[in-house]
């Protein structure tokens, strides 16, 4: 474990040396320098005591804020240069300070937003986020997400340039800081990007797009209004069914006259696809979910039914549409009360020594372990969606075992067998849930997508205690490769003892989670 530099202490050993910490008047800015330099070297985890130590040097840099220019300036670019060093620590793959990275980078942006008056904000945007040549990738990427959060135009200027200079890390966390501007240049930005590169923009850009539109709502007249129409609508009956469900989701941003017309047809035309036997539901439901949130109003899997609604809405007449007709596509399947729409899922769960634990049911006769119940929730919910669903199952414990090399259809056969794979794998282990969810997601040791791999739509994971890596990872990891990918993930945690990680997963991919108290 690397040596801390401690303003207060004289010194500590490091790797056999004694190593003298800054004495009590030294300058914290160059304390703060030194420790940053140390954590970029070390390879162990902080301790207690360590992440003590940074804090009160953090307390130490507090004074600049009652000081101008200069001096002020040197302990942001010191904070700066930490919250950079410290995202190295938790975007790298298996790195054990990933905990540390999000700890320090958080204190660092927090202590550096206090510094951040409008003068200093102006340095930080002039000198250091759009000037290559004196500042690294990190200091200005960190720039970027500190200055973020001000609604300020010389900002939004700078952050613009940088994302409108060539691919990499600084301009796609530019991308990210502008995503939910409410301005019309930025809008404009977004769309060029949209038309420019559809076929090859990078993931955290095309997250950062797509999390702007969804956030936004275009009047009748914004000059963006008819460019995202015109992008949207060819793409919602696209034969991939990735592009049609970026569609939907983008279609959040117009007004329904600007696009509820063209959301029925595109439900015409993926009923057909499903009636056909394509394994495509969950774009159909995606399609109808944008519809109900429109309209208040469960009318399900029916284009003529919704042609009705939207007429009468359109007329001004009373909605003759209400209800779930008959016949309307839903399904009873259930696994632990989630209903998930898809026919293409892969099951993620825990098969770690704690699922060996009773899963109580009220009736002693039907007691069963924690992971015997989640094997015969599997199956009943397969038999529920029919032999047209396509699955896999995906087991962690210290590490991970995959089912099969990709999906396999529903059938009587292929559940017996899966249900005796599965009872075979006794629980015993850690709780490694990350391994899981990136194996589901067909990620290689490097931690990138194979999109030829990933056959399903959906991951359903189940866990039912406190996982190996935390929760931190998955916004970094997802922002990454899901805007890609684009599953929808699913959470099911079974007992009290969760650490955030599945409803994280849930959140940032648009699934549900729930939590099963046995």
């Known amino acids: 474990m690397f040596l801390l530099f401690l303003s207060l202490l004289g010194s500590l050993p490091l790797a056999g040396r004694c190593v003298t910490a800054p004495s009590i008047e030294a300058d914290a800015i160059e304390a703060v320098a030194d420790w940053t330099k140390g954590f970029r070297g070390a390879r162990a985890a902080l301790d207690r005591g360590e992440r003590k130590a940074i804090e009160r040097l953090l307390i130490d840099l507090r004074p600049y804020r009652r000081s101008a220019g200069p001096a002020r300036q040197r302990a ?25 990275g999000h700890f320090l980078e958080g204190r660092a942006l927090e202590e550096g937003e206090k510094l951040l008056d409008a003068e200093t904000a102006r340095f930080i945007a002039r000198e250091v986020l759009v000037v290559e040549a004196d500042n690294s990738v990190g200091r200005r990427c960190a720039a970027a997400r500190l200055l973020g959060t001000r609604r300020d135009r010389e900002v939004l200027m700078a952050l613009s340039v940088c994302a409108r200079g060539p691919g990499g890390p600084v301009a796609d966390t530019a991308f990210e800081m502008l995503s939910g501007w409410p301005d019309e240049s930025v809008h404009t930005s977004f769309l060029q990007h949209l038309t420019r590169h559809a076929d090859g923009l990078p993931p955290r850009v095309a997250g950062a797009i797509e999390r702007h539109f969804r956030g936004m709502r275009l009047e009748h007249n914004d000059r963006s209004t008819a460019p995202l129409r015109t992008w949207i609508e060819p793409r919602l009956i696209s034969e991939d069914w990735r592009a049609a ?39 159909e439901h995606d399609l109808i979910q944008e519809l109900a949130l429109r309209s208040g109003r469960k009318i399900g899997a029916h284009p003529d039914r919704w042609r009705t609604w939207w007429e009468a809405r359109a007329a001004g007449r009373a909605d003759p549409a209400s209800g779930s007709p008959e016949g309307a596509r839903v399904t009873e399947a259930s696994f632990f009360g989630l209903r998930p729409v898809t026919d293409r899922v892969v099951f993620v769960i825990d098969r770690s020594g704690s699922m060996d634990e009773l899963f109580r049911t009220g009736s002693k006769q039907e007691e069963r372990t924690r992971y015997r119940e989640s094997v015969e929730q599997m199956m009943g919910f397969l038999e529920g969606l029919g032999e047209r669903t396509h699955f896999n199952v995906v087991l962690f ?21 899966a249900r005796a794979w599965l009872l075979r794998h006794s629980p015993g282990g850690g709780t490694q849930l990350r391994q899981g969810v990136e194996r589901a997601m ?58 955030g990680t599945l409803e994280a997963l849930a959140r940032e991919s648009g699934g549900d989670f729930i939590e099963v108290d046995r």
């Open 76 to 100: 942001l670019l010191a904070l700066l240069d930490l919250a950079s060093v410290a995202r190295d620590a938790f975007e790298a793959k298996d790195d054990p300070r990933a905990a540390d």
């Open 245 to 283: 469900a970026l569609a939907i989701s983008l279609s959040r941003a117009l007004a329904d006259a600007a696009c509820v017309p063209q959301l029925i047809d595109a439900l015409e035309v993926w009923g057909d696809r499903v009636d056909a036997g394509r394994p495509v539901r969950r774009v």
């Open 397 to 417: 414990e210290d590490g991970t075992q995959r089912w099969r090399n990709g999906l396999v259809p529903s059938s009587v056969s292929q559940r017996k067998t």
């Open 442 to 499: 067909g990620l290689d040791e490097e931690g990138e997508l194979d999109l030829a791999q990933l056959e399903a739509d959906t991951l359903i994971v189940l866990c039912d205690g406190k996982t190996a890596s935390g929760e931190d990872w998955v916004v970094p990891v997802l922002r990454r490769v899901n805007p890609t990918a684009r599953l929808v993930i699913h959470g099911v945690q079974v007992g009290r003892e969760g650490d």
